[in-house]
Nanobody, 126 residues
């Protein structure tokens, strides 16, 4: 069983920064990939960024590329999403997720991730 806990959300003005963290509790934690998704009311959960846990690759959704940085610290079972130059459209509940199945690519869809955190709210005011 894997438990993921997100933190670091909050209210920030446009142009500001936030750093989200995702910490996993598990007897053995060695997923294939970790990702962040976000969701706003009435909309489907959307992909933000993902990283292979081995560190081989990181991928970002186009709207956050060059603004967000995803990194992980394997020995602490923790990943961070540094979000810079935030925009109002970045607002939403951010979820951390991990996928165990090994793939020849970094997975980017909800169905490819087995475990999810409860989310942390990010609100960017204009």
């Amino acid at each position: 069983q894997v438990q993921l806990v997100e933190s670091g959300g909050g209210l920030v003005q446009a142009g500001g920064s936030l750093r989200l963290s995702c910490t996993a509790s598990a007897r053995t934690f060695n997923p294939y990939a970790l990702a962040w998704f976000r969701q706003t009311p009435g909309k489907e959960r959307e992909y933000v960024a993902a990283i292979s846990w081995s560190g081989e690759g990181t991928h970002y959704e186009d709207s956050v590329k060059d603004r967000f940085i995803l990194s992980r610290y394997k020995s602490q079972n923790t990943a961070w999403l540094q979000m810079n130059n935030l925009k109002p459209e970045d607002s939403g509940v951010y979820y951390c997720a991990v996928g165990w199945r090994e793939r020849p690519y970094v997975p980017k869809t909800v169905d490819e991730y087995e475990y999810w955190g409860q989310g942390t709210q990010v609100t960017v005011s204009s």
